[in-house]
């Protein structure tokens, strides 16, 4: 982890570079430049020392080497990956606007800080026996930052946000013991790897696209991709830690596409501050509404409530 911490400081020093300049010129946001890149660098350090815990603890390192797993888990972990990054380069984007940096400056930063996140997550991926480091994944990373960057500086206002939503699988008895060997027995932890159990979002804001309607500014609808019934990343086989094999091959995974309304509580007017955070921090969770499905199998459902 010492090497780790120590490429977190040298990512946001380089970074820290990129406005050492102006912030020498501009001393009225100097002081609050270098408070935000030390806590960007408190937190990011934190993260991965939790994250390593959660992750990679449980399995030995190995010299650095790529993996391709673009056709594992039902492309999820690639959501996954759009969707953290976009809310990294999001939030860290509202830090730097704090210090009074122009607002493509801060977007700019925002995004390299997202970006730089995720990549040394994926380094850490490219030293595990477990994993290795994924193109795919880097790509995914690259569309989250992009997908935040380019509404920001075209329309100043996230119009299409990434969301996440998080139901608990129900796994058949015979396969819990799989289930947290995967997936984990704590809830933060399986929010973070349970895929049968995340859908990820595309919200559309309809009163940007269509400002002349009457719909409230808060209405959004919203399309979203789940897969489940897999418990390994290509096929449902795998070795106990007894040496049996488990062949659940007969469980077919099931893609699954949704529509359904949501909301942006950023669009709401509040002078207060403390709900102005909160709305921010919503802002990456898909909220609970009737839904419709179509699935891999070609059927359609509707849900009365779906999150």
């Known amino acids: 982890m010492y090497k780790l911490s120590l490429a977190v400081v040298l990512l946001f020093a ?25 806590t960007h660098v408190v937190l990011w350090s934190g993260a991965y020392v939790l994250l390593n815990e959660a992750w990679y603890a449980d399995y030995p390192r190995r010299s650095f080497h790529f993996f391709n797993d673009n ?5 999820m ?33 925002g995004s390299l800080s997202g970006m ?43 119009r299409i946000q990434v969301k996440l939503s998080y139901w608990e699988h129900d796994y058949p008895a015979e396969l819990l013991p799989r ?15 349970d895929y049968n159990s995340q859908t990820y979002w595309l919200s559309v804001n309809l009163k940007s696209f269509m400002t002349q309607s009457q719909l409230p500014r808060w209405l959004n609808v919203s399309l979203g991709y789940s897969s489940d019934l897999m418990v390994g990343g290509r096929e449902n086989l795998w070795v106990d830690k007894n040496g049996t094999l488990q062949d659940y091959g007969n ?9 359904a309304p949501d909301l942006d509580l950023t669009k709401i007017k509040t002078r207060s501050k403390l709900i102005r955070g909160l709305f921010f921090a919503l802002g990456s969770v898909k909220f609970p509404a009737p839904a419709l499905e179509l699935n891999s199998k070609g059927k359609i459902r509707f849900h009365g409530i779906y999150f």
């Open 116 to 158: 730089a996140y995720q990549s040394i997550i994926e380094i850490q991926d490219g030293f595990s026996t477990e994993w290795g480091f994924s193109w795919g994944d880097m790509a995914s990373n690259g569309v989250g930052a992009a997908a935040f960057a380019v509404q920001e500086l075209t329309w100043k206002e996230q």
């Open 77 to 109: 972990d690639k959501a996954g990956h759009v969707w953290t990054t976009y809310h990294v380069s999001r939030l860290s984007t509202e830090m730097w606007k704090w210090t009074g940096l122009p607002l493509k400056k801060s977007v700019l930063l």
């Open 251 to 259: 469980v077919q995974r099931i893609r699954r596409f949704y529509l």
């Open 14 to 38: 380089g970074i820290s570079q990129l406005e050492a300049q102006d912030s020498i010129s501009n001393p009225s946001y100097g002081k609050k430049f270098i408070v935000i890149a030390g």
């Open 179 to 193: 289930k947290q060997q995967l997936f984990g027995k704590g809830l933060s932890e399986r929010i973070l790897k």
């Open 71 to 75: 056709s594992e888990w039902s492309q």
